[in-house]
């Protein structure tokens, strides 16, 4: 099964998305990680984007489409698998349609976690205590969030479009929010 989840940082992607790659027993593939991990790495491509993410904004469209073909064309997403913080832009919703049109493994599902704003803070401000992430401040939070309400938002409206949106509740506990993802894709599993 191939599914994007969608929705705010802080709304929940990162965690379901590692449930739901046992459950589905296929790749998740989180592009921040990807990110991360170049940096972590010292690579030039991780001291290109290093900055950018520190401060909250968006990596270029360009390295985040290569570091995808590249990921796409290994063999253990054959069979699938779970993006995470990919697309964040309708230009990149429109080159991951390309790409998986190209590759003919269109994508199934698009889950949005819906979250409320003052509990993405609060999450988040739990994150940054937790795990310390650079971009865990208050000021490149802020710019997170409003990149997410004036860029990746009107993803969510693309896949709409495309029939391939469904829209899950993130309020509740981590297994109740689990549980209404794999509900939400029961119908796609039976057609198989
Ligand atoms: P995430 O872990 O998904 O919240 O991503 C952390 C940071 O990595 C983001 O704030 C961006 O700076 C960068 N990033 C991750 N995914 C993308 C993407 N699809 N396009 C551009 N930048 C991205």
Known sequence: MRLVLLGAPGSGKGTQAARLKEHLQVPHISTGDLLRAEVAAGSKLGLEAKEVMASGNLVSD??????????F???????????????RNLAQA???DKLLTRIRQPMDYAVQLDVPTDLLVER????????????DSPESVRTRLKVYDD??????????????LTVVDGVG???????????????AKEVG
């Open 151 to 164: 860029q990746t938002a009107p993803v969510i409206e693309f896949y709409r479009q495309h029939g391939q």
């Open 62 to 71: 360009e390295i985040l489409l290569g570091m995808l073909e590249d990921r």
């Open 94 to 96: 429109d080159a991951l």
């Open 73 to 87: 064309s290994r063999p253990d997403t054959r069979d699938g698998f779970i993006l995470d913080g990919y697309p």
């Open 173 to 187: 506990g981590l297994d109740d929010v689990f549980n209404r993802i794999i509900e939400a894709l029961v119908p």
């Open 124 to 135: 988040i401000a739990g994150r940054a205590k937790a795990e310390g992430r650079a971009d």
